[in-house]
C-alpha cells in the first residue's frame, strides 16, 4: 500500500479510537475541534492529486422535474415558526453544507426530529419522499430505527441514540430555477441534496448503522445494507487470480478504512486497484450494477441521469478492495472514478462492543457507507460555481 495512504488510514484507525475512549463531554470537544480543522481551508473537492479535473459537470436541463421536491420543501417550511425558520435555514452557499459527522454527539443545528410536531415530520418525509426513490426512503427510515434499536440495546439510552436524534436544515429557497436544497444530518444517516433547475446532486451521503439487523426490540426484523455488502463480494468473487492481484490492496482487515467520512471534502485520493477497462463485459456491468445499488436511493429520474454520468467514465473506473474474499470475511471495497467515489467499510464495534465477542476487531453488524463525487461537485459546488458565473449574486 502507498505510504501516504496508509499514513492517512493510521490517523483515521487512531481517530477512531480516541473518540470511542473518552467521556461524551470531552468527546463533543473533540467534533468542534475536528470541525474547525476540517473547515479550516476552502471546499476544493475530493481529487487524485490535489488538482480538479475541469469540464466534468454542465448546467444543463436533464428533462426530470424537480418540483415535486420543490413543494415538498415549501410545505415543510410553511409548518415552521418565525424562530424554527431561522435556526433551520440558511443561504445556499453557506459553509452549513460542510457542517455534518456521523458521530451521535456532533453539535448540529437545524429542526430535530424528537422536538417536531407530528404535522412537521410528516412534511420531512414528505420531503424525503419526493426526493428520493422508494428504496432511499426506505432506507432511510430503515436507519432511524436501527438507531432506536441501538438505544434499546444499550439500556434503553434514548438521550445518545433513538430514532429522533436527526436533524433537518434548508439551503436557499425553493425555487424552480435558483439553487437550493437541504440536508438530513445524524447518526449514520447524511443526506446532502443540491437542487438547481432540474438538477440534482445528492452527495455526499453517508449510510450506515450498528447494528444493520434488528433481532429483537420495537424494529425486530429490521435489515439494511445487504445487497451493498453481497454485490461487493460477488464483484471480488468473478475477478480471476490475475485480476485479484490489482484488486486486493490488502487481504487481512483488522480496523477502519474509510476515508471519505466527515470533513473529507478535500481528500486526495489516487486511484487504485483495477480499472473497468481491465474488466470483462460481464463484470462491468456487475460494477454498474453495485453503483447503482446506491446511486439508486435517489428519485429514479436523477439515478438514471447519474448512471448515465458514470458509464460514460466507466473504462475510468477503479474497483480495490481490502480484507477476505470469503462469505463470513469482513471487508471495505471502494468504486472510484472521475466522477463518483463509494466506500463500504466493516467497521469495529462501538455502540454495541459490549455485546461482541471480538470488540477490537470488524465485524458485519457495523457498516459504514459514503458516496460523493469528486473534482468540485459534492453539495452542487461545481454547477454553483457556474450558475454564479452566469448569474452574479
Known amino acids: 500500500m502507498h505510504p501516504r495512504l ?9 481517530l477512531f479510537v480516541a473518540y470511542s475512549q473518552v ?5 463533543g470537544q ?22 480538479v479535473q475541469p469540464g466534468l459537470f454542465a448546467l444543463r436541463s436533464t428533462k426530470v422535474s424537480t418540483e415535486p421536491a420543490r413543494r415538498a420543501a415549501v410545505a415543510f417550511l410553511a409548518t415552521l415558526t418565525p424562530a424554527q425558520r431561522q435556526k433551520t435555514t440558511f443561504p445556499v452557499d453557506d459553509i452549513e453544507w460542510r457542517k455534518w459527522m456521523n458521530q451521535d454527539f456532533y453539535v448540529r443545528q437545524g429542526m430535530k426530529f424528537k422536538d417536531m410536531s407530528d404535522p412537521q ?13 422508494a428504496k432511499g426512503l426506505q432506507l432511510s427510515r430503515d436507519i432511524m430505527h436501527l438507531n432506536e434499536t441501538l438505544g434499546e440495546l444499550n439500556n434503553n439510552d434514548f438521550v445518545q441514540y433513538g430514532e429522533g436524534e436527526y436533524w433537518v436544515t434548508l439551503m436557499g429557497e425553493p425555487s424552480k430555477d435558483k439553487p437550493w436544497g437541504w440536508q438530513l444530518d445524524g447518526h ?8 438547481l433547475g432540474d438538477q440534482v446532486v445528492m452527495t455526499p451521503t453517508f449510510l450506515g448503522s450498528e447494528p444493520v439487523i434488528a433481532t429483537s426490540g420495537k424494529y425486530k426484523g429490521t435489515t439494511i445494507l445487504q445487497d451493498e455488502q453481497s454485490l461487493g463480494l460477488r464483484l471480488v468473487q468473478s475477478f480471476t ?42 463484470q462491468k456491468q456487475h460494477l454498474l450494477n453495485l453503483v447503482s445499488s446506491y446511486v439508486g436511493n435517489m428519485d429514479p429520474g436523477h439515478a438514471k441521469i447519474k448512471m448515465d454520468e458514470v458509464r460514460k467514465h466507466l473504462d475510468a473506473t477503479h474497483f ?7 462469505e463470513k470475511s469482513v471487508y471495505y471495497y471502494r468504486v472510484h472514478s472521475p466522477v463518483i467515489l463509494i466506500e463500504f467499510d466493516h467497521q469495529n464495534p462501538i455502540g454495541l462492543r459490549h455485546l461482541s465477542k471480538a470488540p477490537g476487531l470488524p465485524d458485519h453488524e457495523h457498516i459504514h457507507t459514503v458516496m460523493r463525487t469528486p473534482n468540485g461537485n459534492d453539495y452542487g459546488k461545481d454547477l454553483l460555481r457556474q450558475h454564479y458565473l452566469k448569474h452574479p449574486h
Open 188 to 195: 449514520h444517516l447524511i443526506i446532502n441534496y443540491f437542487v
Open 23 to 27: 467521556p461524551n463531554e470531552a468527546r
Open 6 to 14: 496508509w499514513a492517512l488510514l493510521s490517523a483515521v484507525s487512531l
Open 121 to 133: 415530520r410528516e412534511a420531512v418525509f414528505g420531503l424525503l419522499k419526493a426526493s428520493l426513490s
Open 30 to 51: 473533540r467534533s468542534l475541534a475536528a470541525e474547525k480543522t476540517g473547515l479550516a481551508e476552502p471546499f476544493r473537492g475530493v481529487t487524485t492529486n490535489g488538482t
Open 320 to 326: 480495490a478492495w481490502i480484507g477476505g474474499t470469503e
Open 241 to 282: 487470480p490475475d485480476q485479484q492481484k490489482k484488486v486486493v490492496l490488502e487481504s487481512n482487515k483488522t480496523k477502519n478504512y474509510n476515508l471519505g467520512e466527515a470533513f473529507k471534502d478535500n481528500l486526495v485520493l489516487d486511484y487504485a486497484g483495477l480499472p473497468g477497462s481491465a474488466m470483462t463485459a460481464a
